[in-house]
């Protein structure tokens, strides 16, 4: 089987805390740069959507009681902090990207265009989008699943601390069972956490495969893009 070739990987914000307890660890925001790097570099077309949890969480005490709104759109915020971060440690590395935010910010990024992030990812620059879909009341996860459609993505890869989706909490439960693939409607049917049910939905409706893997271990992006067996979960659905 082919390995995939436009790819759309969702990182979660509190992947980049590292051993800290707040903001941005340095060796893991490297770490990612390093996985995209080493992917982008055989010649395929990557997408990054990261979440804020790291920087929100930090001032989530402080939102008691504030307005659903208010609250996301601060959330918005944070995810384009840690997207600057990601940016800044891929140009280091020598890689060419684009940074593309669902709120206009002209002085710091572009404003989303499909077709224009299209053409980016034809060039070989890595886009990361930023401000989730840009809407209250949305998750990043959903914006993941948002654009991996709109530019037409080959597959959605979870980037988690864990290698794969299991029937339990592997971390609560030694005796988890780990799948290797797993329908879609098992998923749901299991009540099984892989990402929110909207998100989940807009991925089962337009057929996009989406795969969780451990995205802390060293080399497991590549080896997960060209398909080697045994890494991560693959979600499919029916054809």
């Known amino acids: 089987m082919k390995p995939y070739k436009r790819i759309l990987l969702k990182l979660s914000g509190e992947a980049l805390l590292g051993e800290q307890g707040h903001g941005i ?6 770490h990612y740069a390093e996985e995209i790097k080493s992917v982008q570099a055989e010649g395929f077309e990557m997408s990054v959507v990261i979440g804020g949890g790291n920087i929100f969480r930090g001032v989530r005490g402080a939102t008691e009681g504030m307005d659903r709104v208010q609250g996301d759109y601060m959330g918005m915020l944070a995810t384009m902090i840690n997207s600057m971060a990601l940016q ?18 002209e002085e710091i990024a572009e404003p989303f265009i499909r077709r224009r992030a299209i ?6 620059r890595v886009i990361i989008f930023g401000a989730g ?4 009341y949305f998750t990043t996860d959903t914006a993941a699943s948002l654009r991996a459609i709109e530019i037409e993505a080959d597959v ?3 980037g988690t601390r864990v290698d794969g989706i299991y029937d339990s909490d592997p971390e609560k439960n ?6 290797d693939v797993i329908a879609g409607d098992e998923v749901l ?3 099984l956490s892989v990402m929110d049910l909207t998100a989940f939905t807009l991925c089962r409706d337009n057929k996009t495969p989406i795969i969780v893997f451990n995205v802390n271990q060293k080399g497991n992006l590549k080896k997960v893009i060209e398909k080697e067996p045994g890494i991560g979960t693959t979600v499919i659905w029916d054809k």
């Open 133 to 136: 879909t840009g809407n209250p």
């Open 189 to 191: 049917n299991r009540r």
């Open 156 to 158: 959605i890869l979870k």
């Open 88 to 105: 800044d440690a891929l140009e280091r590395k020598g890689v060419h990207t684009r940074l593309m935010s669902a709120i206009r910010m």
């Open 119 to 124: 053409r980016h990812l034809e060039k070989g």
């Open 174 to 179: 030694s005796t988890a069972k780990k799948f």
């Open 25 to 30: 660890d340095a060796e893991m925001l490297a």
